[in-house]
């Protein structure tokens, strides 16, 4: 039985970064070990087998932290080390500043992207030396005209068409397809996270591999919205059949992890509500429910899941604290309970449909429309000092909860989240559109 003959692993888009989020911590720890892993599994491969990294391998252009640049270094030598993974790297916006990366001398390091060194130290290679050496290849790069036309063209940009997550699209800017056409009639590439291909024949055929990375903060809209492109993290193994002709298969990442985003509202009348999402609350959890049920029937499954949510709950009394504390505690712990409630509910949905081995949900805060916070603060908050403005929220809430309430949660400092929201709803009663000026 006549067999494909594999040609290169490839992967994009995969931010990885210094991270406080416990869940993206604990998936990115051991991404050297299971891409080595994946790589020692491709049947006929020859070692060392080449990785493509299609744009984006880091998140944050530059001033990364020591501790995560050895992490990096570490993570590169194991794959060297191994004799099993050659890595080729075509640099994304994410990993430079791309205007000043446009005609940079090979040697002209200001302008180089942070971790080209790695390829100076002999851990990591461009990619365009892969194209070098198979014939059919070239990359993208803008303001070039090639002198020929190859079979396949590598490149990290937006194409205009790509569907976004959800159900939105890149109507405008990006890279229209025949840009990419006069390089190739297949192109390949990065920067787009939902994995998809788009057929703009006669001019080319655009494929995108779909993030490999840890889904941070996805919205729970777009979650239950589009579950075919959110909820997989692929890499492709690109293989030449035995007739000579380009396929490429895409791969889950075994170790999948989610940051899922969402909002919860509590009215003044109580009734909680999904920011976002029509439908009562378990109207939303019976779509959570046909969601991860799909995810399971395509083979998807995640290892780590962390729910933030942003509770907002509207201020149950109109003006300052009047009457006793004891009853708008009760009110207030009343919403919180329903929210705590949800949460609840939401985690046994999950784990009964697509348990992870670990899950973790949590929430803060926010109270809305409180008239203790927009008559005592908005008028002095702007000329206070960072910790006069902290402690000035501190006794707002503290107000509107009542002294000595014993629930740290309602009554701790404000989080930067927090002081956030206040300082941008804040700004727009003023009608100011610059937040950070007013922070000043």
Not at 23 to 38: G, I, K, N, P, S
Not at 114 to 126: I, N
């Given at each position: 039985?006549?067999?494909?003959?594999?040609?290169?692993?490839?992967?994009?888009?995969?931010?990885?970064?210094?991270?406080?989020?416990?869940?993206?911590?604990?998936?990115?720890?051991?991404?050297?070990?299971?891409?080595?892993?994946?790589?020692?599994?491709?049947?006929?491969?020859?070692?060392?087998?080449?990785?493509?990294?299609l744009g984006d391998l880091t998140s944050v252009k530059n001033r990364h932290h020591s501790s995560f640049v050895n992490w990096m270094v570490d993570g590169f030598k194991v794959w060297k080390d191994s004799n099993r993974i050659t890595p080729y790297i075509l640099w994304g916006n994410h990993d430079m500043d791309m205007g000043a990366w446009v005609g940079a001398g090979e040697k002209d390091f200001q302008k180089a992207p942070?971790?080209?060194?790695?390829?100076?130290?002999?851990?990591?290679?461009?990619i365009q030396e892969f194209v070098l050496s198979h014939k059919g290849f070239s990359v993208y790069t803008p303001s070039v005209v090639p002198a020929d036309r190859k079979e396949m063209v590598f490149f990290h940009g937006s194409v205009r068409g790509a569907r976004l997550s959800?159900?939105?699209?890149?109507?405008?800017?990006?890279?229209?397809?025949?840009?990419?056409?006069?390089?190739?009639?297949?192109?390949?590439?990065?920067?787009?996270h939902c994995p998809q291909t788009m057929d703009f024949r006669p001019h080319c055929i655009v494929t995108y591999v779909g993030s490999y990375g840890f889904t941070e903060a996805l919205s729970l809209k777009d979650f239950l919205?589009?579950?075919?492109?959110?909820?997989?993290?692929?890499g492709?193994?690109?293989?030449?059949?035995?007739?000579?002709?380009?396929?490429?298969?895409?791969?889950?990442?075994?170790r999948l992890g989610l940051t899922l985003s969402m909002g919860l509202s509590v009215s003044r009348d109580g009734v909680l509500s999904v920011s976002g999402l029509e439908g009562s609350p378990e109207e939303v959890l019976e779509r959570l429910k046909e969601t991860l049920s799909q995810a399971r029937s395509l083979g998807i499954s995640y290892e780590i899941v962390e729910v933030r949510c942003l509770d907002r709950i509207e201020s149950l009394i109109e003006g300052p604290?009047?009457?006793?504390?004891?009853?708008?505690?009760?009110?207030?712990?009343?919403?919180?309970?329903?929210?705590?409630?949800?949460?609840?509910?939401?985690?046994?949905v999950w784990n009964d449909v697509l348990p992870p081995k670990e899950l973790v949900f949590e929430h803060n805060t926010v109270f809305a429309e409180s008239r203790v916070f927009r008559d005592e603060a908005l008028g002095r908050m702007f000329s206070m000092t960072e910790q006069e403005r902290l402690e000035m929220?501190?006794?707002?809430?503290?107000?509107?909860?009542?002294?000595?309430?014993?629930?740290?949660?309602?009554?701790?400092?404000?989080?930067?989240?927090?002081?956030?929201?206040?300082?941008?709803?804040?700004?727009?009663?003023?009608?100011?559109?610059?937040?950070?000026?007013?922070?000043?």
């Open positions: 039985m006549p067999m494909s003959r594999p040609l290169a692993y490839v992967l994009a888009d995969i931010h990885l970064r210094e991270t406080r989020s416990r869940a993206h911590e604990r998936w990115q720890e051991t991404f050297f070990l299971d891409v080595l892993e994946q790589v020692s599994r491709i049947e006929g491969a020859k070692y060392p087998f080449p990785v493509l990294i942070f971790f080209s060194f790695l390829m100076t130290v002999g851990l990591a290679r461009p959800g159900s939105r699209s890149l109507n405008s800017g990006g890279v229209v397809a025949n840009d990419l056409a006069s390089y190739a009639p297949l192109a390949l590439g990065g920067d787009i919205e589009s579950p075919g492109l959110a909820l997989g993290r692929y492709m193994l690109l293989s030449r059949d035995d007739k000579g002709v380009l396929e490429g298969k895409r791969y889950p990442n075994p604290a009047r009457g006793k504390s004891v009853n708008k505690l009760k009110k207030n712990a009343a919403a919180e309970a329903s929210i705590r409630d949800f949460g609840q509910a939401f985690v046994d929220l501190e006794k707002a809430l503290s107000s509107v909860l009542g002294e000595g309430t014993s629930n740290p949660s309602l009554v701790h400092k404000i989080s930067e989240v927090t002081r956030k929201k206040y300082l941008e709803y804040a700004a727009q009663s003023m009608g100011i559109k610059d937040v950070h000026s007013v922070s000043k």
